[in-house]
């Protein structure tokens, strides 16, 4: 039998979209082939993406693709020390099923958006249903720090930043200050 010569795959860094460019506030377009060839290269790429930029989540418009897909990376590092640890996930075509009453404020940042923080306000818990890379529908129960990252990804594919939910210009920070003030008070 012949072998497969294993291709050996290749990760690509991808450039980011800033705050001002315009693909960050279209709204993204459902992807209709989970089974395009391009699309598991998309998701390896944008995996690597969110990994080499120490973020935890990335939207596909923010490497100027108009798709309804994201990335939730979360684990702990040097921008989110205190995230909880989880493999990267390829979120396609999501649905913000229902969510609870009550939302917190905690502080967020955006791989668009260098060099600040902002108090946003997220539903505490979301149930929500997405496609994932094999394409099977997946149904789950979000909370915390893994539904703000939903969140937030999930406001990329309809054109909102973080910026556009804090309540105040005063919740907003630098990011130095942020690291000043909140992580050195941690320690
Ligand atoms: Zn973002």
């Given at each position: 039998m012949k072998k497969n010569n294993k291709v050996k795959k290749i990760m690509e860094v991808l450039q980011i979209a800033q705050l001002g460019n315009n693909i960050l506030r279209c709204q993204a377009k459902p992807?209709?082939?989970?089974?395009?060839?391009n699309l598991q290269q998309i998701i390896d790429n944008l995996i690597a993406t969110v990994i080499a930029t120490n973020g935890v989540g990335i939207a596909a418009p923010q490497v100027l693709m108009n798709d309804r897909l994201f990335i939730i990376a979360s684990r702990p590092n040097l921008?989110?020390?205190?995230a909880p640890k989880m493999g990267p996930k390829a979120i396609i075509n999501p649905r913000l099923i229902s969510h609870s009453e009550d939302r917190e404020k905690g502080w967020e940042a955006c791989l668009s958006v260098p060099g600040m923080r902002g108090l946003v306000p997220r539903y505490r818990v979301i149930n929500v249903e997405y496609t994932n890379r094999e394409g099977k529908l997946e149904k789950q129960e979000l909370t915390g720090f893994v539904a703000r990252i939903f969140q937030h990804e999930y406001d990329h594919l309809e054109g909102l930043v973080f910026l556009d939910r804090v309540e105040s210009t005063r919740d907003l920070m630098t990011e130095d200050e942020y690291q000043k003030q909140i992580i050195q008070l941690r320690n």
């Open positions: 992807v209709i082939n989970i089974w395009h060839e921008r989110y020390p205190q």
